[in-house]
């Protein structure tokens, strides 16, 4: 059955909840510290997700197949619509392999792109370097930003793809 990808709805909400904890939970063993990963609890994942999806900026988007969400994206145009973020990316670890990071990522700066960003940045963290190759692998290079968000404790870089004229 073929992947469809679609706008998330408040009803995705604990669809969306499961595939980031997994991702929390078994990607990121290994990249992050234990008590990083532990401090992600179903209660603040669930509260992270519904705030997101309550939000009217930007976009989110899930990677459905068989009616089970496989995985999810989140991105939006800065105010001035010169500039776009993807703020979050996550694929369930049972559905590596598939191509859906890679749809959900082509969409995001496709459609961001399409609404006259110049440039498309992403955050990643440091020591995740599987997501660092996947994003090097489809043109996402960095762009010499760095942070440590208080929310997750954890070094990330910036990346960063386009600079030439909106398609």
Do not use: K
């Amino acid at each position: 059955m073929p992947v469809t990808l679609r706008p998330a709805t408040s009803e995705d909400r604990d669809a969306i909840v499961a595939v980031f904890l997994d991702c929390w939970r078994e990607s990121y063993v290994g990249v992050l510290p234990s008590a990083a990963i532990e401090a992600m609890t179903d209660a603040r994942a669930q509260a992270l997700w519904r705030r997101v999806l309550a939000s009217t900026e930007g976009t989110v988007l899930v990677a459905e197949r068989d009616g089970v969400v496989l995985g999810v994206t989140r991105f939006a145009a800065s105010p001035e619509g010169d500039d776009g973020a993807v703020h979050s990316l996550y694929v369930s670890p049972r559905a590596r392999g598939l191509g859906l990071g890679t749809m959900l990522l082509d969409r995001a700066y496709e459609t961001l792109r399409a609404g006259g960003a110049r440039s498309v940045a992403l955050w990643v963290f440091e020591a995740n370097a599987p997501s660092i190759a996947f994003y090097r692998g489809r043109g996402w290079l960095p762009d010499g930003g760095s942070r440590t968000q208080d929310e997750f404790g954890e070094p990330e870089l910036r990346l960063r793809r386009g600079g030439e004229e909106p398609a």
